[in-house]
């Protein structure tokens, strides 16, 4: 019987990678089994009965009906019964996912259009990946900055809401380390379908590893500021909005202008240069480029002095322009200065070291 359940429940849904999947597939298995009962025996009688009373004869008059209190009753009483059911059932099903248990590792979740950030409280930042210990529960505290998004991780049965102005909470405990999809599932424009991202669940020992080094995120002498850049181009999702061989997406492509004088909504003007770049990496809003939208997040913050220098020489490197091969001794910092709100505010006083 039980080998019968499990058959049906892996055909309809995926694997349950977290510790509380199972509360929400019960109550699902329920209503689906009940509603296929149903089903069939609805449809059995609405050809069956009609077939068992069709008319014979020309002679055949209709009997005149009574009332059946038994069966009035019972399609009353039944259906109540099984409604109430599936309501206590998906209450505690909610709240069980809702409320974290109180040892927790908590992670601020940030939805965007159209990436997902997350915000450790280790001063670790991520961008479209959720770094978490497997086998702790982990408690995620989600805000949008803009519009409604969702949050899904189909194998942990999570999906929650993400609104701005509001916090809203959801938690997992995932069953092994191992990557998982995230998705975005309430539609808040362009970019909803590319606003996927990933959980990866890491061992113990990983995880400890993964903390101490601030996330991966330090950059060593001898790295090339170019290869850097181009990660975070993929990993920070600017290739969701800017393409890199000239056409235009959401935001301008970053090949073809370096160099050239880009006029703004406002009537202003500016050379495409590494100080223009980088405000339009941090400050996103300060000049908005003819023919776009202000839609682009801030990436103040979430990158470090060395990102942000690393995806300019990237920029520049896609459109010919010289550029350094190395970081140099003693330039960026390698202590996962990424995460530090202030990492941003430092940036101006810093010149690029490698130059
Ligand atoms: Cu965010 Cu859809």
């Given at each position: 019987?039980?080998?019968?359940?499990e058959?049906?429940?892996?055909?309809?849904?995926?694997?349950?990678?977290?510790?509380?999947?199972?509360?929400?597939?019960?109550?699902?298995?329920?209503?689906l089994?009940?509603?296929?009962?149903?089903?069939?025996?609805?449809?059995?009688?609405?050809?069956?009965?009609?077939?068992?009373?069709?008319?014979?004869?020309?002679?055949?008059?209709?009997?005149?009906?009574?009332?059946?209190?038994?069966?009035?009753?019972?399609?009353?009483?039944?259906?109540?019964?099984?409604?109430?059911?599936?309501?206590?059932?998906?209450?505690?099903?909610?709240?069980?996912?809702?409320?974290?248990?109180?040892?927790?590792?908590?992670v601020?979740?940030?939805?965007?259009?159209?990436?997902?950030?997350?915000?450790?409280?280790?001063?670790i930042?991520?961008?479209?990946?959720?770094?978490?210990?497997a086998?702790?529960?982990?408690?995620?505290?989600?805000?949008?900055?803009?519009?409604l998004?969702s949050?899904?991780?189909?194998?942990f049965?999570?999906k929650?809401?993400?609104?701005?102005?509001?916090?809203?909470?959801?938690?997992?405990?995932?069953?092994?380390?191992?990557?998982?999809?995230?998705?975005?599932?309430?539609?808040?424009?362009?970019?909803?379908?590319?606003?996927?991202?990933?959980?990866?669940?890491?061992?113990?020992?990983?995880?400890?590893?993964?903390?101490?080094?601030?996330?991966?995120?330090?950059?060593?002498?001898?790295?090339?500021?170019?290869?850097?850049?181009?990660?975070?181009?993929?990993?920070?999702?600017?290739?969701?909005?800017?393409s890199?061989?000239?056409s235009s997406?959401?935001?301008?492509?970053?090949?073809?202008?370096?160099?050239?004088?880009?006029?703004?909504v406002?009537?202003?003007?500016?050379?495409?240069?590494?100080?223009?770049?980088?405000?339009?990496?941090?400050?996103?809003?300060?000049?908005?480029?003819?023919?776009?939208?202000?839609?682009?997040p801030s990436?103040?913050?979430?990158?470090?002095?060395?990102?942000?220098?690393?995806?300019?020489?990237?920029?520049?490197?896609?459109?010919?322009?010289?550029?350094?091969?190395?970081?140099?001794?003693?330039?960026?910092?390698?202590?996962?200065d990424?995460?530090?709100?202030?990492?941003?505010?430092?940036?101006?006083?810093?010149?690029?070291?490698?130059?």
């Amino acid at each position: 019987m039980s080998q019968i359940y499990e058959a049906i429940r892996s055909f309809w849904l995926p694997e349950q990678a977290a510790t509380s999947a199972h509360v929400i597939d019960a109550p699902f298995m329920f209503i689906l089994i009940a509603s296929t009962i149903m089903l069939i025996g609805v449809t059995f009688y609405l050809f069956y009965l009609p077939w068992k009373y069709r008319r014979r004869s020309s002679a055949d008059v209709p009997y005149p009906v009574k009332e059946n209190h038994l069966l009035e009753m019972s399609w009353i009483v039944i259906p109540t019964i099984l409604v109430f059911i599936v309501f206590f059932w998906g209450f505690k099903a909610h709240v069980d996912t809702v409320v974290a248990p109180a040892d927790a590792y908590e992670v601020n979740v940030q939805g965007k259009k159209w990436l997902w950030q997350f915000n450790y409280n280790e001063g670790i930042t991520t961008t479209n990946e959720l770094v978490v210990p497997a086998n702790r529960p982990v408690k995620l505290i989600m805000n949008s900055v803009d519009v409604l998004h969702s949050f899904y991780v189909p194998e942990f049965r999570i999906k929650h809401d993400v609104l701005p102005n509001r916090y809203s909470t959801v938690w997992f405990e995932a069953v092994r380390a191992d990557t998982f999809q995230i998705l975005c599932t309430e539609y808040c424009g362009t970019g909803h379908s590319v606003m996927g991202a990933k959980v990866i669940a890491l061992g113990a020992q990983e995880w400890n590893e993964w903390v101490a080094s601030g996330g991966g995120k330090g950059i060593q002498p001898g790295d090339s500021p170019v290869e850097l850049g181009e990660a975070r181009y993929t990993k920070n999702v600017c290739n969701s909005c800017h393409s890199i061989d000239g056409s235009s997406k959401v935001g301008p492509s970053f090949l073809g202008h370096w160099g050239e004088t880009r006029n703004f909504v406002d009537g202003g003007s500016a050379v495409m240069d590494e100080d223009y770049t980088r405000e339009s990496i941090l400050y996103p809003a300060a000049h908005i480029v003819e023919d776009y939208q202000p839609v682009m997040p801030s990436y103040q913050g979430q990158l470090s002095d060395g990102e942000v220098y690393a995806l300019i020489q990237y920029i520049k490197s896609i459109n010919g322009a010289d550029v350094p091969a190395t970081f140099a001794e003693g330039g960026f910092g390698g202590d996962g200065d990424a995460g530090g709100a202030d990492a941003a505010d430092d940036a101006a006083a810093d010149a690029p070291a490698a130059e």
